[in-house]
Nanobody, 122 residues
């Protein structure tokens, strides 16, 4: 079945950059919206950025001007370029996608990746 796998997390100093990738695989007919969420210790999971199948984007106020979401529809991948990182960006980052998963499916379902750790030191 459908799976999402994130990569690209790591440890970086404040002011540095990281690029996260998420690959969708399995029985995929089509993908609608895709996005990135994050969850810091003791806090709720929050939306970081989202992108529609047509390329329209939406960002959390805290990351506007620093993060950029993009996608490659041919490869079923979504990316998050993170620049000017701050210690408060430290969290586990998760990708998600609305996917029509099989040839006989008639509606989209939401899938989540396992998460990748991003740690920003001061």
């Amino acid at each position: 079945q459908v799976q999402l796998v994130e990569s690209g997390g790591g440890l970086v100093q404040a002011g540095g950059s990281l690029r996260l990738s998420c690959a969708a695989s399995g029985s995929i007919r089509s993908i609608n919206a895709m996005g990135w969420y994050r969850q810091a210790p003791g806090k709720q999971r929050e939306l970081v950025a989202a992108i529609t199948s047509g390329g329209s984007t939406n960002y959390a106020d805290s990351v506007k001007g620093r993060f950029t979401i993009s996608r490659d529809n041919a490869k079923n991948m979504v990316y998050l370029q993170m620049n000017s990182l701050k210690p408060e960006d430290t969290a586990v980052y998760y990708c998600n996608a609305d996917i029509l998963g099989t040839y006989y499916s008639i509606s989209y379902s939401t899938y989540w990746g396992q998460g990748t750790q991003v740690t920003v030191s001061s």
